[in-house]
Nanobody, 122 residues
Framework: QVQLVESGGGLVQAGGSLRLSCAAS????????MGWFRQGPEKEREFVAA??????SYGDSVKGRFTISRDNAKNTVYLQMNSLKPEDTAVYYC?????????????????WGQGTQVTVSS
């Protein structure tokens, strides 16, 4: 079983940047699709980005501003967030699933981290 621990959240002003990290432990990491989701106040959970091997996908609201990457040697996936907006304020969750065959990267996922808060002030 893969366990996920997010870090890197915090408070930032609009226009600023943050980098989230998600460390995975428990099983070989490279065959897992890794995703980021978020849930803002009184909002539904939203797909942000995901990556497996050479495939990457982004949610429409973050395209051009966020970049997902992974370091298989460190069992870590990153989310670089630039040009942050107040509407990016949310709890950000790391997610994982074993990728037996190629599937849509925006879900579903089996494993979830505890979440990290990102707050963007105007």
């Amino acid at each position: 079983q893969v366990q996920l621990v997010e870090s890197g959240g915090g408070l930032v002003q609009a226009g600023g940047s943050l980098r989230l990290s998600c460390a995975a432990s428990g099983r070989p990491f490279r065959n897992y699709a890794m995703g980021w989701f978020r849930q803002g106040p009184e909002k539904e959970r939203e797909f942000v980005a995901a990556i497996i091997r050479s495939r990457i996908s982004y949610g429409d609201s973050v395209k051009g501003r966020f970049t997902i990457s992974r370091d298989n040697a460190k069992n870590t996936v990153y989310l670089q967030m630039n040009s942050l907006k107040p509407e990016d304020t949310a709890v950000y969750y790391c997610a994982a699933r074993y990728e037996y065959v190629d599937r849509a990267l925006n879900g579903p996922y089996d494993l979830w981290g505890q979440g990290t808060q990102v707050t963007v002030s105007s």
